[in-house]
């Protein structure tokens, strides 16, 4: 059988893999693919030690496809306005943090590149 990764499968695996990498290095997971109105987060997390608040888009891709890039402007301020909308408890003395998770999914495994404080909260800059 031929690897054939398409959207419908990449996507959840590299899901998995980022939640899997993120559990082994001691991480918290307190929510997935939070609906949060019309916006979506994929992972919200505690690092280890506990003071802050990690909001993680996840990136997967099978190719060398440039994964960065994909979490543009628009995104960025997508997922801010969602993680306003968080429970208080969440948050509480806690500092906010985007990270991106980059996952190249693989025939037989994912790497998982977290890359932390990826990008601030663009609306501040924009008004």
Request: aromatic share 8%; glycine share 8%.
């Amino acid at each position: 059988m031929i690897f054939s990764p398409n959207r419908y499968t990449i996507g959840p695996r590299g899901e998995r893999a980022a939640r899997r990498w993120m559990r082994f290095r001691g991480w918290r997971i307190l929510g997935c693919n939070i609906r949060l109105g019309r916006d979506e987060l994929d992972i919200v997390a505690v690092p280890r030690g506990g003071g802050v608040l990690a909001i993680v888009e996840v990136k997967a891709t099978s190719g060398a496809d440039p994964i960065l890039r994909r979490v543009d402007i628009p995104k960025q301020r997508r997922i801010a306005r969602a993680a306003e909308r968080l429970p208080h408890e969440w948050n509480r003395n806690r500092r906010l943090r985007f990270d991106v998770a980059c996952v190249e999914v693989g025939r037989w495994r994912c790497r998982v590149r977290m890359m932390e404080a990826a990008f601030d909260d663009t609306r501040l800059r924009y008004r």
